[in-house]
């Protein structure tokens, strides 16, 4: 396996002290650790109901996709997939 700088060094990414990248010989995979930020307006009992997700264009890349890319969001009982929609 090659050492992780390379895949960043590939695609011309800054390496991030917290992201975790392993390269395969076939893909590449980069986790890392977010929050899910209260989002929209809160209701009369002052809870929030919907929450967003910031992701950086290097994560993006990783993908396949860029800002602005139409994706499906897939809900699962203990995960969440975002996928290209075409």
Known sequence: MAP???????QGLPERLT????EDADYVTMARKKKLSPSGS??????YHNAHL???EDELS???LE?????????YDDSITVQKAD
């Open 4 to 10: 992780a700088t390379t895949a960043f060094a590939r």
């Open 62 to 64: 990783i993908a396949g």
């Open 54 to 56: 910031s992701l950086h």
């Open 42 to 47: 809160k209701d009369q009992n002052g809870s």
């Open 19 to 22: 992201t975790r990248l392993t």
């Open 67 to 75: 800002i602005g890319d139409e994706v499906f969001v897939r809900v």
